[in-house]
């Protein structure tokens, strides 16, 4: 099936990762708005930067290369034996929702996201911009690509547990979002070449895109046999991007003090900045409105964490939990923690007074900060793999991805990641004393 918004012609953008990428006017009308160009002042990996200094590229450039991406994976499928059946405005649906996937996302990746319930997920936030019947985008949905803006949102809004998502909006989210999405390799490969670590170019992009196929049971995207060193290169890609670049420990420091910093301001009670706006910001609009707030509410310590974040003055690690040291009853205690920040901070604020007493001076309550990486990253490796005429004998096609007849890397992949990656870290100021406190003592203080 041919569709003009499937095909390269329109402007052409020059991408360092894909190439031209082309815009017909439809799409060039949502890149236009003021909505989708304030993605160029938003960061796609936050403070990453301060680690690996070139990764200042933004969610613009990411979401033009997931709809590249995206229409590519999507003329694969449509030519798929059998193939995906899609209306042309199901097509139109699709197009606009992997360029405006990230439209609602919040300045600083998605460290604010772990604010919670100052802030929810960036796609509950695109959808209330798609919606909004006085902002551009919701005029050129319905005028330029002549489809109802709710599909959008519902097709990037899909986990919404208060929208009854309809079957044909599902089918279009599962190709956006998945184990072999666009969305991911797009990040991953983006992510790599401007942090200027290797482990990107391991992944067969060709090989990849052009073994996509169409899982009319379960009506997602599968790949042949051919893809299956793809794809496993592609998790490992994810795996050693999350240990050695997303959570690296100076990265978590920052992101630690900033959450830390903007959690102090909306606590105060004559804070007068609205939380429910911070998605419209850019990143230098945001700092600049919570320096303001600082300043007016005298907030000392949270200018600190701030500042440290600017001008890089990190908080050191003081404390490790070990793969060994994580039991049950300490891993609910810290899930309770992450979904919790007020009981992280009351923590925090505690253990402070716990080693201002030992070191007989004082300490402000800011100064140890607990930080736990995400629970929903672990490796997901949810896949079908068409062998056709050869598949093993005493096998039915097609295999799931992780069956042993195909690989063998998600189930030691999976553990190393648990052990490896996430790593669960008590920060803290750059003093010799206290971090050998928090070093020997922190951690018998977590319950």
């Known amino acids: 099936m041919d ?82 059946v899609l209306t042309d405005e199901d097509i139109r649906v699709f197009v606009a929702a992997t360029l405006l996937h990230d439209i609602g996302h919040y300045p600083f990746s998605h460290t604010l996201e ?9 796609e509950e ?24 803006p709710v599909r959008v949102a519902n097709v990037i809004d899909y986990k919404n547990k208060n929208c009854d998502i309809p079957t044909a909006d599902l089918l279009l989210a599962n190709i956006l979002s998945g184990t072999l999405d666009p969305d991911k390799i797009d990040y991953l490969l983006r992510d790599s070449m401007f942090c200027g670590v290797p482990f990107g170019e391991s992944v067969n992009r060709d090989r990849l895109a052009s073994s996509i196929k169409y899982d009319c049971e379960r009506k997602r995207l599968a ?37 830390r910093a903007v959690q102090e301001i909306l606590l105060h009670p004559d804070c007068q900045l609205d939380g429910n706006r911070f998605h419209l910001l850019t990143e230098s609009e945001l700092v600049a409105m919570l320096q ?70 004082p300490l402000q309550g800011h100064e140890i900060l607990i930080d736990i990486p995400g629970f929903n ?9 068409f062998y056709g005429a050869e598949i093993p004998s005493d096998k039915t096609d097609p295999l799931t991805f992780d069956d042993p007849e195909v690989t063998r890397l998600r189930d030691s992949l999976l553990n190393n990641f648990e ?22 003592e922190a951690k018998r203080h977590l319950s």
């Open 223 to 259: 790949i042949t046999s051919k893809g299956v060193s793809a794809v496993e290169a592609l998790v490992f890609t994810n795996y050693l991007m999350y240990r050695n670049v997303y959570w690296h420990h100076g990265v978590r420091s920052a992101s630690a003090m900033f959450k």
């Open 3 to 84: 569709h003009p918004l499937l095909e390269d012609q329109g402007k052409a953008i020059r991408d360092p990762v894909w190439g031209y990428i082309h815009l017909p006017q439809p799409v060039l009308a949502l890149v236009d708005t003021e909505d989708f160009q304030r993605l160029r002042n938003i960061t796609q990996l936050g403070y990453v930067h301060l680690v690996y200094p070139g990764a200042r590229h933004s969610r613009f450039e990411h979401s033009l290369g997931v709809y590249h991406l995206a229409k590519q994976f999507l003329t694969r499928l449509l030519k798929s034996n059998p193939p995906l």
């Open 292 to 361: 303001g707030e600082q300043q007016r509410l005298n907030l000392l310590g949270s200018a600190e964490l701030l500042d440290g974040t600017i001008y890089r003055r990190l908080y050191k690690v003081g404390a490790v939990i070990h793969p060994g040291e994580r039991k049950q009853d300490l891993m609910h205690y810290l899930y309770d923690l992450f979904h919790n920040p007020d009981k992280r901070r009351d923590k925090e604020i505690e253990l402070c007074h716990i080693f201002s007493e030992k070191l007989n001076r």
């Open 114 to 122: 772990e604010l919670m319930p100052f802030f929810v997920l960036h």
């Open 125 to 148: 936030r695109a959808r209330q911009i798609i919606l909004d019947k006085e902002r551009p985008i919701y005029r050129v949905l319905k005028e330029d690509f002549e489809i109802d």
């Open 377 to 385: 990253k672990s490796p997901e490796v949810d896949l079908k793999v």
């Open 419 to 440: 052990d490896q990656a996430k790593i669960f870290r008590i920060f803290c100021i750059d003093d010799p004393e206290l971090r050998a406190l928090v070093r020997d």
